[in-house]
């Protein structure tokens, strides 16, 4: 693919990932691959915004050179220290030996350690303005959104606003814009982003986003390093953000499990029965079966989870391990909760799922349903009323 044109003079000349199938290491799955975008603004002076992953460096300096030598480029900003957005500097550093590396007093480290380069940096912090000509570059430093360097560039003539991993989606596609691509496939990947990376971060996205309301800036288009830009409607992926981030969601009843024999599952879909009878939609997932970075994407829209495991060793399946640790480390906000599951001679998995659960701070709304052996049909019913009853806290709540 080429370079294309975001406005007169601006430039997307990032790189699509068709084949990347999991992120952050194995921690959050890439169904649909992803893009690492990069902008060039061409005026009096030339910037490149972002890089792309170090792979994809030759990609993003041959759509350059359709547009520039890029021995013209005079600053390299980086708004984030990530490898998959900065892999590329280094390269780029090579072929524009007049070009100034721009970001922050924390970026500069980062970079640093990185790649250990002997670089011209100029260190910005909110406020601060680079003149172009006809266009200028600001900047709005963005701490913990994801990283302690991160922040975001804006272009006041277009009301462009250059986030870097806000707003993005891991979308693999070969078209650039919101309005052409599936809205559907577009949020749901937008949502699985948002959960999966920014969640924990739910308070400090508020205030950016408040901040950014007051200081008056005009957003008529978001460009983020990830997946599409947002032309259409820019301010749809905004208004979900402060929705995932106060926490906002349906009243519907996620249900995660697994089992060893087989007691646990019949467990889950008697509750998930219970759930149903009262209206409430309530989604079954099994691990390893379903995918965990799925799943998070599936809590993000529930109000209610609960989680079941047979006991083994005294705690939970290992498969559930995993998922455990990202409701403490992403921590959800405002959901309501509850554990089930059965056992042989000692119990424990409820334990430890209901310590899970005060450590992410969610709210435990129902003591923990937990059977001996296989469930008998009174049992089995016992379980349909702990669904009832659990969606009726949600209705509640």
């Known amino acids: 693919m080429g370079s294309v044109e975001v406005l007169k003079n601006i430039f997307w000349v990032g790189a699509v990932d068709w084949n990347i199938r999991h992120f952050h290491g194995f921690t959050y799955s890439t169904h649909r691959g992803t893009t690492y975008n990069a902008y060039l ?128 989606q891991h979308l693999a596609t070969s078209k650039r814009f919101d309005d052409e691509v599936d809205e559907e496939v577009l949020m749901e990947e937008a949502a699985k982003y948002y959960a999966n990376i920014l969640w924990p971060f739910s308070k400090l996205v508020v205030k950016k986003i408040e901040e950014v309301q007051k200081l008056g800036l005009k957003i008529n288009i978001i460009a983020p390093s990830h997946g599409i830009i947002w032309r259409n409607n820019p301010m749809k992926i905004v208004e979900s953000y402060l929705k995932w981030a106060k926490g906002e969601s349906e009243a519907k009843v996620l249900v995660v499990y697994d089992t060893m024999w087989g007691s646990t599952e019949k467990m889950a879909r008697s509750i998930v029965e219970g759930i149903s009878s009262q209206g409430l939609e309530a989604i079954l997932l099994r691990l390893p079966f379903s995918d965990r970075g799925d799943i998070i994407k599936e809590l993000l829209g529930a109000r209610g989870v609960i989680v079941g495991s047979s006991t083994i060793n005294n705690s939970v399946i290992p498969t559930l391990s995993p998922l455990l640790e990202e409701f403490e480390g992403l921590k959800p906000v405002n959901k309501v909760a509850a554990a089930f599951g059965s056992y042989g001679w000692g119990g424990g998995a409820v334990k430890t799922i209901e310590e899970t659960f005060e450590k992410a701070g969610m709210k435990i709304v129902a003591p923990a349903l937990t059977l001996k052996w296989v469930p008998d049909r009174n049992e089995l019913q016992r379980c349909v009323e702990f669904g009832r009853e659990f969606a009726e806290k949600v209705v509640e709540t």
Not at 144 to 150: R, Y
């Open 41 to 168: 603004i061409v005026d009096k002076k030339t910037a490149l915004v972002d890089s792309v992953y170090a792979p994809f460096a030759g990609e993003m300096i041959e759509k350059i050179m359709e547009i520039v030598d890029p021995s013209e480029i005079d600053y390299v900003v980086a708004n984030h220290v990530e490898t998959d957005h900065s892999g590329a500097i280094s390269e780029v550093l090579k072929l524009t030996p007049k070009a100034k590396l721009v970001g922050t007093a924390r970026c500069r480290d980062g970079l640093q350690k990185h790649y250990f380069g002997d670089w011209d940096f100029q260190v910005v912090k909110t406020g601060d303005r680079i003149d172009l000509g006809k266009r200028s570059l600001s900047f709005l430093e963005a701490p913990m959104l994801h990283w302690p360097d991160s922040m975001f560039t804006y272009i006041e003539e277009d009301a462009l606003l250059l986030p870097n991993d806000a707003f993005g």
